[in-house]
């Protein structure tokens, strides 16, 4: 694992146990909300990991948190396997791999104070026991999340932060151990359009200040903008197209994609794109449909595609998707 990659993610799954076919069956069915992931993330670099909801993006980001267990694969983490980490290995790793979740209302504890919220992950890793230390942990975590000056936030409540200063306080909270990776969880679903740019601008900034990595997982491509180095499209439990951000927007190869983008607003009113409205419903993940996943849906599927899997194909060195057309 060379020295830049941070994270490596090898063929992973992650199945959940739905019962048995019927009354009669023993066979065990599984939802196979991830299946078969490989990754790799350098070190300062921000991806995308774009999908509709159910698509396995949030099981794989808390697979890669240990808060599931891998069913298959490996996780490799600073040049380390951690996939079957210890209860001890897994609270030190979560000094280095912090999760940012959607909302930012039911994440903060609302009988504490900033300060009270922002060092409680400091106590629990029994961090900094001098409180004159553990303070400037927390002024330079609420500053680097843009709260600032931080010594006027850390006697208020959350009841009395707008929505945007409250997800700047989950990120406080989760810069403070001075993580090496972030994961953000759909981070600015919730929040008002008006400060979404704010805090995708932040987590982009993050990389600069702090060096840190980040997964940035969204149902949205349109939130993406070109803040992400690069991108990687989930569907049903398996990226079917990943590349830099500008490969993804401007020359998506993989038809789900191509429809993702398609109902992206454009701000110009003389840029038209043909609007592909995808039909039906994402396939049971538990009964995945034979052949491509996507077929059922697919715009352009053919005959082969309701037979033949195909895997990530090669476009260029950094781009790759999955689908029988972009074979030679
Ligand atoms: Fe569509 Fe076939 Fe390509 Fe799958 S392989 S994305 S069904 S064209």
Redesign the pocket.
């Known amino acids: 694992m060379p020295n830049d990659i941070i994270l490596e993610i090898r063929s992973l799954k992650k199945y959940f146990a739905a019962g048995s076919r019927g009354w009669f069956s023993r066979r065990e069915r599984f939802v196979h909300a991830v299946d078969g992931v490989d990754l790799q993330l350098r070190r300062g670099e921000v991806i995308a990991l774009v999908g509709e909801s159910g698509c396995g993006k949030s099981t794989l980001a808390l697979t890669l948190m240990l808060l599931e267990e891998a069913s298959e694969g490996s996780i490799l983490f600073e040049g380390k396997d951690i996939t079957r980490a210890s209860p001890q290995e897994r609270k030190a790793l979560r000094q280095r791999i912090q999760m940012v979740f959607q909302d930012p209302y039911e994440s903060l504890n609302p009988t504490q104070t900033i300060e009270e919220i922002v060092s409680e992950p400091l106590a629990v890793h029994g961090l900094t026991p001098n409180a004159n230390e553990r303070r400037e942990r927390v002024i330079r975590a609420l500053e680097d999340a843009g709260l600032k000056p931080a010594a006027d936030y850390l006697y208020r409540y959350p009841h009395q932060l707008s929505g945007g200063q409250r997800q700047r306080v989950v990120i406080a909270g989760a810069l403070v151990l001075e993580p090496h990776l972030l994961i953000a969880d759909e981070p600015v679903s919730m929040l008002d359009v008006s400060i979404r740019a704010e805090i995708i601008n932040l987590l982009a900034d993050l990389r600069q200040t702090r060096g840190i990595s980040v997964i940035f997982i969204t149902h949205d491509l349109g939130t993406v903008g070109y803040f992400a180095d690069r991108v990687a499209v989930m569907y049903l439990g398996r990226i079917?197209e990943i590349g830099t951000m500008r490969e993804v927007l401007q020359d998506p190869k993989?038809?789900?994609t191509q429809a993702l983008l398609s109902v992206i607003p454009v701000p110009n009113p003389r840029l038209r794109r043909k609007r592909i409205i995808l039909q039906g419903e994402t396939p049971n993940p538990i009964d995945l449909p034979g052949?491509?996943?996507?077929?059922p849906r697919?715009?352009?599927?053919?005959e082969?595609?309701k037979h033949?899997d195909?895997s990530l194909i090669k476009i260029s060195s950094s781009h790759q998707a999955?689908?029988?057309?972009?074979q030679p």
């Open positions: 079917v993989h038809p789900y052949g491509c996943r996507f077929h697919c715009p352009l599927a053919i082969a595609c033949t195909p999955a689908c029988l057309l972009l």
